[in-house]
């Protein structure tokens, strides 16, 4: 009888595929590549990488001018803690795709320090692993608040040009997913060093249900392609598709009013299969009593994440000063 280890079990053509045997297959994703040193910056921007934890890392962005200001008390930054995008199960705060992306934005904005989060993947773990790795480096980004908090593990950038005071959240697609559920997560706990966030941005979040809205195809849901990542994902979530990690408006849901931004802006494209449920989420917002400030931005004839396929075309290019306006 023919071994059957070596035989698909998941097959997410063109992301990822599993194997019987457990073996995941990443079809899709771009090369690491080294932080830029002091010595040696790229577009006037530093970067370092640090351990937070044993599952968690992450990849630290200054404007190289920073460095050289003679007075740091003066000179605080805001501060952005930044997921990374690729369906839960892709890519990394270390590949190019993304590294390069957090440090066009620290380099078009020069007044900011960002943190990128190298969370767990699925599907060797599984969500909610992510949100958890996610929740964990951003309480090691408060704790650098007061010296009462500050962890062993330290970092001297973030304690010397920190503005606390300006702290922002932000990712791409499932990043932006869960920048939201981070910020959902502040309405609920305090975060260690007593600190709010001020912000966010959710770019073409990863938002889904079981139930079609707007355009989105009605037939054969089960099988729909992000249907079918969710449980590749997160194969144990409570509710399926209507999980409240994925579906904000879902029954039984956490109210939208505990969410811990003051300000937010959520991105959209017109070709994305994602754009309904972020035009859509910008609406339930607006609908609810929460009493920030939402807005919406969509670029028509783009599809999905085409700030980070396509960088340098105009749209990107507006993308990104919008991104600097939002957290200046």
């Given amino acids: 009888m023919a071994s059957t280890e070596n ?7 063109p992301f990822i595929r599993t194997y019987k045997n457990g073996t995941v297959e990443r079809l899709m994703h771009t090369p690491f590549v080294e932080p830029s040193p002091v010595n040696n910056p790229t577009a006037g921007v530093c970067s370092k990488d640090i351990k937070i934890s044993p599952t968690v890392s992450a990849r630290i962005y200054l404007p190289n001018k920073a460095l ?19 369906a839960f199960c892709l890519e990394s705060a270390f590949c190019a795709l993304f590294h390069n992306y957090v440090n066009t934005i620290v380099s078009k904005s020069q007044k900011l320090i960002a943190i990128s989060v190298e969370y767990r993947l699925a599907p060797e773990n599984p969500l909610p692993a992510a ?9 090691w980004v408060t704790s650098h608040a007061n010296k009462q908090t500050q962890p062993e593990n330290k970092d001297h950038w ?8 300006k702290l922002y959240l932000g990712g ?23 600190v709010n966030i001020y912000g966010g941005f959710l770019s073409h979040p990863h938002f889904w249900g079981s139930k079609a809205i707007r355009s989105e195809v009605t037939n054969n849901r ?3 392609w992000l ?18 990690v994925v579906n904000p408006w879902a029954e039984g849901a956490p109210a939208i009013s505990g969410l811990g931004f003051k300000r937010m802006l959520v991105v959209v494209a017109e070709k994305d299969e994602m754009r309904d449920r972020g035009v859509e989420f910008v609406e339930f917002v607006k ?20 700030n980070l396929f396509n960088p340098d075309c105009d749209n990107s290019k507006d993308f990104i000063n919008r991104l600097v306006s939002f957290m200046g």
């Fill in 7 to 13: 035989e698909i079990a998941i097959d997410l053509f």
């Fill in 287 to 306: 609908n609810s009593k929460w009493d920030g400030v939402v807005e919406l931005v969509e670029y028509e004839s783009e599809g999905h994440c085409f």
């Fill in 172 to 194: 791409d697609s499932a990043g932006g997913n869960i920048a939201y559920n981070m910020a959902m997560r502040v309405g609920l706990k305090k975060l260690k060093g007593d």
């Fill in 227 to 244: 249907s079918r990542i969710w449980r590749a994902v997160y194969p144990d979530s409570p509710g399926g598709d209507d999980n409240p």
């Fill in 222 to 224: 089960e099988e729909a």
């Fill in 158 to 165: 973030i304690v010397q040009y920190a503005d606390f005071e």
């Fill in 68 to 86: 050289s200001a003679p007075n740091h008390i003066s000179n605080k930054l805001p501060v952005l803690v930044y997921y990374h995008g690729g």
């Fill in 131 to 139: 949100y958890e790795d996610s929740w964990a480096a951003l309480n």
